[in-house]
């Protein structure tokens, strides 16, 4: 038996071992390791409701911008990756919350600015239910926050990071549950110890602390998600502890080389594009007032922008004829090109898609009219 990495904590005492006991209980395993290419919002939305059995991610928060601008992280240096604005993380809770079976967990890796923003939106106040969780918007119950303490190599004391007012050596990692399950040893501390990766992934997670939450929530042959995979850690874990994993990230190139051998080409259904506009009303309403009076861009109205090819082109065009005509007339005007886009012709042929995604349903009906 090998010597447990550094983070990893054992299962019910003792030594710790790499994999739980041959008599844990086991499930039937689903399909083949995977590894796709995409955003992760079409990533999951791509997935079946309720097919999941743990999301483990560490999504690029926005607080990372803010560091950076201080000058208290190289993590973004070379623009490794594009940051995820905080009104999109409802959204992120509520993608999770759906793809996860009953009685799952999550786990979300954030620093301290974050988790105060997450809390906030999913109204995780001072009060608690029976068991001591705390319900939040999406479904989710919240238990609590834990630690990931930085150590050094040897694992002997804190490494201090960069930072104002005491220098970071943590991370936080969110605990949410959806339903009721056990965590298979209730003897894990809250706190877990290891030291940071030097594998060259930016904000890589070590293997020990995500093996513990793997080998917590879940049983041989359940299926482990990350949508912002990175190093695919997620995967590796998964692997070790006979885990199913299913990884997504845009960029491929610091995966791990035993996951990125191992995975297989993800064969969901991607619903490629979806807006993220409530309506095209809003939408319509914006777009005239930024280009009739400057007024700045929701990021949901940038997006749609370039979604609906109306940055440049024909596209483009469409917005100067918009800002031209009359108000009465600027509906139809934009029904009209929404009808020419071939991904809205064929989303109008699939049922499906409007029953999974209520922000497409209202799109749609509002073209059809």
Known sequence: MS???????PLGGGIASERPAATTPTVAAPEADTFSKADAFVFLHSLDTASVDLVITDPPYQSLELH????????LVGNWFETLANERLPDLLRE????LKP???FYLFCDEYVADVIKAQQGVGEARERDGSRECVSGFHFWRELIWMKTTQDGTRPHAGMGYHYRS???????FEKGKRKLNDLGVPDVLLAPRPDNGAPAAKPLGVVTTLVAQSTLIGERVVDPFAGSGVVGQAAMNLDRRFLLNDLDDSYLLPEVAKKAMPYRG???LVLPRCPSPDHFLEQVIDHEANGARLSAAVAHDLDTLAMVEGAGREV???LVATRDIERPATLRRYLRSLPWIQEAMGRTEDRQ????????????ER
């Open 96 to 99: 999770v919350y759906r793809v």
């Open 356 to 367: 999974r995604y209520p922000i497409l349903k209202a799109w749609l009906e509002w073209i």
């Open 319 to 321: 917005v100067t004829k």
């Open 269 to 271: 259904r991607f619903l």
């Open 3 to 9: 010597a447990p990495e550094q983070g990893q904590l």
């Open 103 to 105: 009685d799952r967990h």
């Open 169 to 175: 050596a943590s991370e936080r990692i969110l605990f």
């Open 68 to 75: 950076r601008s201080r000058g208290t992280t190289t993590r």
